[in-house]
């Protein structure tokens, strides 16, 4: 069973900075690809930033330049540097993550993304 918690969500005055964090846990044989995605009330999910094993990045326009995805391997744990803050970036922000686990020495892998359960962020004007 593999589970993503994040943290870091709250309340914040606009230009203000806050930093995520979302970490996987379980029977976990590798993370590929980790990402960030936002949902604003009556929005769609949107994909905010990814980054891969190696650390390549890519971006939202609506955020390139303030925002920062970082991963820390050795600590399963995905962050998201939130800097320069606006209202519209109010939303609920989930962790997603490619899994890879295994069902013990010698069994099958299986790949498949996992999901965290959100946090929340209020940027208020």
């Known amino acids: 069973q593999v589970q993503l918690l994040e943290s870091g969500g709250g309340l914040v005055q606009a230009g203000g900075s806050l930093r995520l964090s979302c970490v996987a846990s379980?029977?976990?044989?590798?993370?590929?690809?980790m990402a960030w995605y936002r949902q604003a009330a009556g929005n769609q999910r949107e994909l905010v930033a990814t980054i891969n094993i190696l650390g390549k990045t890519t971006y939202a326009d609506s955020v390139k330049g303030r925002f920062t995805i970082s991963r820390d391997n050795a600590k399963n744990t995905v962050f998201l540097q939130m800097n320069s803050l606006k209202p519209e970036d109010t939303a609920v922000y989930y962790c997603?993550?490619?899994?890879?686990?295994?069902?013990?020495?010698?069994?099958?892998?299986?790949?498949?993304?996992?999901w965290g359960q959100g946090t929340h962020l209020t940027v208020s004007s």
């Open positions: 379980g029977s976990i044989f590798t993370i590929n690809d």
């Open positions: 997603n993550a490619d899994i890879t686990t295994r069902t013990g020495p010698g069994g099958a892998f299986d790949a498949q993304p996992y």
